[in-house]
């Protein structure tokens, strides 16, 4: 019996089939119901008990590698079949996978930065998760400054905090503890304050801060800079105003308003009825803040500004509900890419 199966082994080792029909019969020779596997299986149980074990190895090894061989040529025919299957009609329509849209904010967050450009500003960025220092200490924040509350800041590290920047601001610092004067930046970037979330506060936002460093730079910089910002931003016939306001950072400080883009300036909902939407704060470079990133205050001096890319993208294409940013609806996201290249 052991040779019988070592030749029939050799056998199926051996054995190719021209067709599926040759195929078909080197399955009944072998596992038919009085193929050879049937009768092996009937002599084995007339084996003697000390052989048993060997024949019974042999057998099913037997077994295994004609199924095995079955598969593999059956496999060979398949994909034969398909090859001399009809060739595809090249004549019709391709599917065409949707290409996609630029997000809104990064369309506004590109035109801030080519509005900014063609002024000499050039863009850096900065990282998301900072120290005390970046966001804090070095932009003349008081140590018991509420906006390092934990209500306000996400919180990575206590002591020493490492926090999630709650402005782009911490990138002024960055690039001025690296850079001397003159400095014209702006730096985009997200931004993250625990808020509650609702059609008009998120958990993360996006900013573009501002920054110009050098002799003799004045609040009337700073002015006729944001009247240009707002002209290209909104139209031509756009004002500004600045309202005197505080933040750590600079001095004087201002916040500044446009004149509604939706009426033009006469009063509506929008506006509240003011004539006025505000979009922005700014102010001059504290002295504390140059001393604090190696800029000696005597000879330089600055402005900065930082913005919500939300709050421009809300008055551009008349967005009321900021959850829809981070939605991801393409029904909301495909809007705009054609609205304004
Ligand atoms: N960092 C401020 C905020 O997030 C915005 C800001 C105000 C930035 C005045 C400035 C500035 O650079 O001068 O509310």
Request: proline share 4%.
């Amino acid at each position: 019996m052991k040779e019988k199966i070592n030749q029939y082994l050799a056998e199926i080792e051996m054995f190719t089939a021209k067709s599926k029909e040759e195929l078909e019969q080197f399955r009944i020779k072998y596992s038919g119901k009085k193929g050879i596997l049937n009768d092996l299986f009937a002599d084995f149980k007339n084996v003697a008990a000390e052989e048993r074990r060997e024949m019974g190895v042999l057998l099913n090894d037997l077994k295994g590698k004609m199924q095995q061989k079955l598969e593999a040529l059956r496999e060979s025919f398949e994909g034969e079949e398909s090859a001399s299957a009809p060739a595809q009609d090249l004549t019709l329509p391709v599917n065409f996978r949707d290409a996609g849209s630029r997000h809104p904010l990064m369309i506004i967050r590109n035109r801030m930065i080519e509005i900014f450009s063609r002024i000499g500003f050039t863009v850096a960025e900065g990282p998301e998760i900072e120290d005390d220092w970046h966001n804090f200490s070095a932009l003349n924040f008081a140590p018991e400054h509420p906006a390092r509350d934990m209500q306000d800041t996400f919180f990575i590290e206590k002591d020493p905090d490492i926090i999630l920047r709650t402005h782009t601001s911490s990138v002024q610092v960055r690039v001025m503890e690296k850079t001397q004067p003159p400095i014209r930046m702006i730096f985009p970037g997200r931004v993250y304050r625990n808020e509650a979330i609702s059609a008009r506060a998120h958990c993360f936002f996006h900013q573009v801060e501002g920054l110009y460093v050098d002799k003799n730079v004045s609040f009337a910089d700073l002015r006729q800079t944001m009247l240009y910002f707002a002209k290209e931003m909104f139209s031509a016939d756009t004002r500004i105003r600045l309202r005197p306001s505080y933040f750590p950072f600079t001095e004087p400080s201002a916040e500044m308003d446009i004149s509604c883009n939706l009426c033009g300036g006469k009063g509506c909902g929008f506006c509240k009825y003011t004539g006025w939407v505000e979009i922005l704060g700014c102010g001059m470079v504290n002295p504390n803040v140059l001393k604090n990133c190696g800029i000696d205050p005597e000879v330089y001096s600055g402005f900065a500004f930082g913005m919500g890319i939300e709050r421009i993208t809300n008055l551009v294409f008349n967005v009321k509900d900021l959850r829809m940013f981070s939605e991801n609806d393409v029904r909301f996201l495909q809007q705009f890419e054609s609205a304004w290249q």
